[in-house]
């Protein structure tokens, strides 16, 4: 079954500099993938979503890519701001009913 | 606004006693869903519906139910909870013929001893 794989440890960034996230699958490419953003005690909130056929979608100082072959979704963060602390969901759609599999999150903390 | 609301937020229990959290909706969403989300692991998905009437369990379902009879509301029953189930649990609504983005409730966190 297709299993998904987020750092689990904090990701810990300087005030400004560009903060990666990575989230890692197994087994076939989903049709899409999507990143959300949770604070502690909330639900999450939906960020950015990239097709299998793309390569790059930016909004403002976000940045996902998806490289099929490596089978690996990378999340920036330009110019990060201790407001970007939180943790970040990857969530796979595989096409089906609209179900969606997801990480566990990779807790980013940026430091002033 | 458009927003998830969910109640109660927080919910202590003891086991055998059915409870009930609510999910209501204001976006006309067709499809809603609810997790579950425990440390170290990510949200699972106990039941979704596609639309009124249509339920279908998710990836783990036992000991939860739930109904659709309204569009905007999508009600979760623990008709006998243990304390395997204390979570924190969300609901999610999204419209795919628009979206696929899915928007979440605030979550519930409930304790069951």
């Known amino acids: 079954s297709q299993k998904i794989e987020q750092n689990s440890e904090a990701l810990n960034i300087q005030e400004g500099k560009t903060a990666t996230l990575t989230c890692n699958y197994t087994n076939y490419s989903p049709a899409y993938l999507q990143w959300y953003r949770q604070d502690p005690g909330r639900g999450p909130v939906f960020l950015l979503l990239?097709?299998?056929n793309e390569k790059e979608k930016r909004k403002e100082r976000l940045k996902v890519t998806f490289d099929t072959t490596l089978k690996q979704s990378l999340f920036h963060i330009t110019a990060s701001q201790p407001a970007d602390s939180a943790t970040y969901l990857c969530a796979l759609d595989m096409g089906s009913n609209y179900q969606l599999i997801w990480g566990a999150g990779t807790k980013l903390i940026i430091k002033p | 606004e458009a927003q998830v609301t969910q109640n109660p937020r927080y919910l202590i229990t003891v086991t055998g006693k059915k409870l009930t959290v609510t999910c209501s909706q204001n976006m006309n969403h067709e499809y809603m869903s609810w997790y579950r989300q425990d440390p170290g692991l990510g949200l699972r998905q106990i039941y979704y519906s596609m639309n009124v009437e249509v339920t279908d369990k998710g990836d783990v379902p036992e000991g939860y139910k739930v109904s659709r009879k309204e569009k905007r509301n999508f009600p979760l029953i623990l008709e006998s909870p243990s304390p395997n189930q204390t979570s924190l649990y969300f609901c999610a609504s999204s419209n795919p013929g628009q979206s696929y983005e899915q928007y979440f409730g605030p979550g519930t966190r409930l304790t069951v001893t």
């Open positions: 990239i097709r299998e």
